[in-house]
């Protein structure tokens, strides 16, 4: 069972085909680089990829707006390619996850354009219209300030027209069972091609009610049963990932009572919480978030990251938390996003501090849950503010010193590599690092190394002990007569302080570092005193080192 539920301790890495490795010259990345730098991926240890929109789009929201779910765009390369792509992960024991974007398509989609062309096309209903301008037509904004409403006119259709994002976005009326009956094929047509399942983007959108009466959008949960529920007949171990930003009290709505909706959802709860953990020094808002999260199904799972292709939503922190987040890591107002977030890459906004950039992966990797990895953060890249909205974020990866970092031999990307400054591509590369044997992604790889060999974390029990102090956070695992304690200072300054192994676990009287050196025996009172550098960090493993006998497979 626990090698069938392979999500359970994946490591995703997340990529957009078109910002990572361009082949043909023009300035857009496409497959055949994807291809040419699987070894890459391979190497760093990720068990699964999950690839942003790639199909046929307009890209006014960098692929989030589909025109045809059966095709790849035709800048990224062919059908033929993915296939092979897929075929490539797949000999390196490599998972891929496609983003499912099925809220709405783009407006240049053909369904929209037979639909809002004539009253009595088939596709008429597979979006949402009203004759008069709904009362709530300046409420619920996705993107407040770029977006000015959610219903928008369109003269052809001499109606308004539902879109809970951009206007070029309209959203498809999801309760219509001829559109679920086309999200399952369009599932099963990309499972066809080699995919092992799907991030779902805007979960609760696709299930909310949706029309210009309704004021309180009730969620229709049972989509997400028949969802799984096709995927499951198509391919057993393939999965959903749900982009959810929901508040815990819904959790088991989304996961199902027994397991049986989404396999996956971002953990957007403990997200917040970190960050303010991480500019504040006090997890104890983190700590809540994970006792309030971590019960879950036994084969659901959390999907664990610090930054994603958008902004950071701090949407879901009290006022004051969000300040605090705001001041120490985004204080200026073009680092800010749509009043509710920050739409900077993880390095500049931890001022580039080697010890922080660490500290935070280590606290990612060793929360409940599945890290997933924003492509770039391996070797710490920054981001260029010149650039509108969340493209500040998706910039070229950057290979080596090399013209155009490597990424392009087109002296135009389309989204400008980063030349100047210390996050410039002379200074943070790939080939670079390869060579340092101290560099972030060395070190990275070490960090996944050992995160694969401690799956306690995605299956165990998290308990938080206490250390005294709200800037020291210990967290232990324990799965099978097997534990693992992890602990983090999140202070500026190094700190001595006791810990007390009790409860159920064996050897608790011993820990033994599984990263660096610096083993702890405890006291005759079975205290332990752990000493930790300024935003330092230790992962022990209780009792010795053989918990592969220790361990039961099932
Ligand atoms: C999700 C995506 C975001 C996109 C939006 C509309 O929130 O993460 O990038 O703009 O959906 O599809």
Redesign the pocket.
């Known amino acids: 069972m626990i090698n069938d539920l392979w999500y359970k301790n994946a490591v995703i890495y997340c990529l957009s085909v078109g910002s990572f490795q361009d082949t043909d010259g023009d300035g857009v990345g496409d497959f055949q680089g994807l291809m040419r730098r699987m070894d890459y991926l391979g190497g760093l240890g990720v068990t699964a990829i999950w690839l942003?929109?790639f199909q046929t789009s307009p890209g006014r929201?960098?692929g989030?707006?589909v025109s045809d779910y059966y095709n790849v765009d035709p800048r990224y390369g062919s059908l033929g390619d993915f296939v092979e792509f897929t075929h490539a992960a797949k000999q390196r024991g490599i998972r891929v996850l496609i983003?499912l974007?099925v809220?709405?398509t783009s407006s240049e989609h053909a369904w929209f354009k037979s639909a809002r062309s004539d009253p009595d096309s088939r596709y008429r209903d597979w979006y949402i219209w009203s004759e008069k301008k709904p009362a709530n037509a300046n409420k619920g904004m996705?993107?407040p300030g770029v977006q000015k409403s959610t219903w928008t006119y369109d003269e052809k259709a001499a109606a308004y027209y539902f879109h809970?994002?951009?206007d070029f976005?309209p959203d498809l009326n999801t309760a219509n069972p001829l559109v679920q009956a086309e999200i399952l094929k369009i599932m099963g047509f990309w499972i066809q091609l080699g995919v092992s399942g799907f991030r779902m983007?805007?979960v609760p959108?696709v299930i909310a009610e949706k029309g210009a009466e309704v004021t309180k959008p009730s969620e229709q949960y049972g989509m997400l049963r028949r969802f799984r529920e096709f995927l499951q007949w198509r391919k057993g171990d393939a999965i959903i990932l749900a982009?959810a930003n929901v508040l815990p009290e819904t959790d088991f709505e989304y996961f199902g009572d027994d397991g049986d909706r989404m396999h996956m959802m971002f953990n957007f709860q403990v997200n917040q919480s970190m960050f303010y953990a991480l500019a504040s020094a006090d997890a104890r808002p983190l700590v809540k978030a994970i006792e309030k999260t971590s019960v879950r199904p036994a084969t659901a799972q959390w999907g664990m990251f610090l930054r994603?292709?958008?902004e950071l939503d701090l949407g879901r922190l009290p006022e004051t938390h969000r300040q605090t987040v705001f001041d120490a890591f985004g204080p200026d107002k073009d680092m800010q996003l749509y009043d509710r977030g920050i739409r900077r890459r993880l390095a500049p906004m931890l001022d580039g501090d080697p010890r922080r950039i660490r500290q935070a992966y280590s606290l990612m990797f060793s929360l409940p849950g599945t890290p997933v990895i924003r492509y770039g953060d391996e070797i710490a890249m920054g981001d260029d503010l010149s650039l509108p909205e969340?493209n500040c974020a998706r910039t070229p990866m950057q290979w080596s010193v090399e013209p155009q970092a490597g990424f392009t031999k087109s002296s135009k990307p389309e989204l400008p590599v980063i030349v100047d400054g210390p996050y410039g591509y002379h200074h943070v590369n790939v080939a670079d690092q390869r060579r340092d044997a101290d560099s972030m992604l060395n070190w990275l790889e070490r960090l996944i190394r050992m995160r694969k060999e401690a799956p306690e974390i995605g299956w165990g029990d998290c308990i938080s002990l206490d250390t005294g102090d709200p800037g020291i956070l210990a967290l232990r695992y324990d799965w099978r007569n097997n534990s693992v304690l992890v602990v983090h200072n999140l202070h500026p300054k190094p700190v001595e302080f006791e810990l007390q192994l009790d409860g159920e676990g064996t050897g608790g009287n011993r820990l033994i570092d599984i990263m660096d050196g610096g083993n702890s025996e405890a006291d005759d009172k079975g205290r332990h005193t752990l000493l930790l550098d300024a935003y330092g960090y230790r992962w022990y493993r209780l009792g010795g080192l053989d918990y592969l006998l220790r361990r039961s497979e099932v």
Do not use: G, K, L, S
Request: no cysteine; proline share 4%.
């Open positions: 942003m929109p929201d960098d989030y707006d983003d974007v809220n709405h996705v993107f809970r994002f951009y976005q983007d805007a959108f982009e994603n292709h958008d969340r």
